[in-house]
């Protein structure tokens, strides 16, 4: 197991910039949609601003590669919204087993963030970014 643990400390660097690079692919995605929505939405009613007739296809495409982008960071923070519309319908028993399958990522990264604090790979000022200790 201590391999492990090896292994992630010489590839969190690597995530690290990773999630920081599509951090800042999702703000310009949603500066590209307001830009481009704004222009759309003055051009409409200013006679001088043109109205792109490509405006909402490419307004659609940035908020779909950013919500899918999102939707990874916000796994790696664990900040995931979760569905529970089916527990009412389901057993406890099964509702109890999906939760646990559920938290084994987070505890994993939870894990993986404790022995990286100790090691002193993860500074202290680095916690209040993560929500139940998973990694960033």
Same mark, same amino acid.
């Given at each position: 197991?201590?391999?492990?643990?090896?292994t992630l400390d010489k590839?969190?660097?690597?995530? *690290?910039?990773?999630?920081?690079?599509?951090?800042?692919?999702?703000?310009?995605?949603?500066?590209? *949609?307001?830009?481009?929505?704004?222009?759309?939405?003055?051009?409409?009613?200013?006679?001088?601003?043109?109205?792109?007739?490509? !405006? =909402? =296809?490419?307004?659609?495409?940035?908020? !779909?590669?950013?919500?899918?982008? !999102?939707?990874?960071?916000?796994?790696?923070?664990?900040?995931?919204?979760?569905?529970?519309?089916? *527990?009412?319908?389901?057993?406890?028993?099964?509702?109890?087993?999906?939760?646990?399958?559920?938290?084994?990522?987070?505890?994993?990264?939870?894990?993986?963030?404790?022995?990286?604090? *100790?090691?002193?790979?993860?500074?202290?000022?680095?916690?209040?970014?993560?929500?139940?200790? !998973?990694?960033?």
């Amino acid at each position: 197991m201590p391999k492990i643990f090896t292994t992630l400390d010489k590839i969190k660097p690597a995530y *690290d910039v990773t999630y920081k690079v599509v951090l800042f692919i999702c703000k310009i995605l949603l500066i590209v *949609d307001i830009l481009i929505t704004t222009m759309s939405v003055i051009g409409r009613y200013v006679p001088f601003i043109p109205d792109p007739a490509w !405006s =909402e =296809e490419v307004v659609l495409t940035c908020m !779909s590669y950013m919500a899918v982008l !999102s939707a990874a960071l916000a796994i790696r923070r664990g900040a995931h919204i979760r569905m529970t519309a089916f *527990d009412v319908y389901l057993p406890k028993i099964a509702v109890k087993v999906l939760d646990i399958l559920a938290e084994l990522p987070g505890a994993a990264g939870r894990c993986c963030h404790d022995h990286l604090r *100790d090691r002193g790979t993860v500074q202290p000022h680095q916690e209040h970014f993560c929500k139940g200790g !998973s990694v960033i």
